[in-house]
Every structure is written in C-alpha cells, then in structure tokens.
T-cell receptor, first 116, second 115 residues
Framework: DAGVTQSPTHLIKTRGQQVTLRCSPK?????VSWYQQALGQGPQFIFQ???????QRGNFPDRFSGHQFPNYSSELNVNALLLGDSALYLC???????????????FGPGTRLTVL | AQSVSQHNHHVILSEAASLELGCNYS??????LFWYVQYPGQHLQLLLK??????LVKGIKGFEAEFIKSKFSFNLRKPSVQWSDTAEYFC?????????????FGSGTRLQVQP
C-alpha cells in the first residue's frame, strides 16, 4: 500500500518564476491538504482540496493556488516566487469523514523548494 | 484562531531517561489532538492521536499522551527513551467545531538522545 508521494524531491528556482508541485494521496484517501514548513518551524496550512474544489484556505496570498484531479491527486502552484517561499512543502492526505471527527492526515516526504 | 505552544525547543536526554514533552493549545471548543514525529531524513509520521474517550492515549513505539482539558494540554510521554527516538516532535490541533479540518502545528521539539 503506497503512502503519500510527492514530486519532485528538490527544486531550485529564481525569484519571479513559477513552480508546480505534485502529490498523490494514500490509497483510499480523497482529500489533500498542503502545508509549508519553513526551517525550524512547524508546518503551516496552505489549503485543502476535496472533490476537486478548494475547501479551506490558510493565510497565504493568491500567488498560491492548487488543483485536485478526478483521481484525487493534487498540484500546488506558486507564482511570482519570492525568496521567502523557500521551504519544505508537505502534502497530506486523508479520508474525509462527515464531520471531520475522524480525519487523520498522513504526510508525504515533501518537496524542498529553494528560491534564489 | 487556535495556536499551539511547544515550550521545549530542544531536549537532550540520556538513553533510559524518561521523557515528557509539553504541548498547550489555545482553543476553548472541541479539539482533535495529534503528535507527529519526524526522524532524521524521514517524513512526518503519526505517533498518536486523540479524538474522544479515554484521555490517556497510547501510540506507537511506547509513546503515550494525556489530554487534560482543563489545562488545554496534550503532553507526550515515554518512560524510557532510546537512541532511535532522536527526532523532531510536533504537536498539532484540529479545532472541530469551527468546521475547519486544517491542522495547526506547534513549532516542534527537537529531541536528542545520547547513548
């Protein structure tokens, strides 16, 4: 049973560029959440996708956008990259319960983004 | 908005010592609580979780945590640590009655176990 997978593992971009990160959820999961983890910090919630729609969003600018595909996989896009966007980007998948009372998120290995 | 505090940023213990890592959250409603662990070079893994019921929760690798609602705390414990427990530990909260399913994480505690 494959866990959450993410690609690429590492990425180097320059300021102003755009980047796309990809995530495949754990088998049987239908919900994907994205988090940003800066060095020495805990992960911060970016947004969550369910049924191909963005359901919740954290305190991140519109430069951060995403997409979920019919097979539940997801992409995170960041436009106009800033130096401060350098971080580990984590994808988490879960099975959406009716009330969220049993949602448990399982994390992928992350994509390390460096912006020069 | 809820927040999570992990007051111990870096803990150094000898093997066989007992461990307690603090976690406090600031939200007065119903919460789900989690501890995740990140071993060196590995991804975040779920250690244990609390949804409801018995406030003493047992997880993998001999870890346990106790939810004390009156103290807004969910401290992680292990009676006897091993060198292989060296990792970063994150406490996370989900505020259930806000309808939000996002996790709010603490800043993490780096545990170093010396052989």
């Amino acid at each position: 049973d494959a866990g959450v997978t993410q690609s690429p593992t590492h990425l180097i971009k320059t300021r102003g560029q755009q980047v796309t990160l990809r995530c495949s959820p754990k088998s049987g999961h239908d919900t994907v959440s994205w988090y940003q983890q800066a060095l020495g910090q805990g992960p911060q919630f970016i947004f969550q996708y369910y049924e191909e729609e963005e359901r919740q969003r954290g305190n991140f600018p519109d430069r951060f956008s995403g997409h979920q595909f019919p097979n539940y996989s997801s992409e995170l896009n960041v436009n106009a990259l800033l130096l401060g966007d350098s971080a580990l980007y984590l994808c988490a998948s879960s099975l959406r319960g009716t009330s969220g009372s049993t949602d448990t998120q399982y994390f992928g290995p992350g994509t390390r983004l460096t912006v020069l | 908005a809820q927040s999570v505090s992990q007051h111990n940023h870096h803990v150094i213990l000898s093997e066989a010592a007992s461990l307690e890592l603090g976690c406090n959250y600031s939200y007065g409603g119903t919460v789900n609580l989690f501890w995740y662990v990140q071993y060196p070079g590995q991804h975040l893994q779920l250690l244990l979780k609390y949804f409801s019921g018995d406030p003493l929760v047992k997880g993998i690798k001999g870890f346990e945590a106790e939810f004390i609602k009156s103290k807004f705390s969910f401290n992680l414990r292990k009676p006897s640590v091993q060198w292989s427990d060296t990792a970063e530990y994150f406490c996370a909260v989900n505020a259930m009655d806000t309808g939000r399913r996002a996790l709010t994480f603490g800043s993490g505690t780096r545990l170093q176990v010396q052989p």
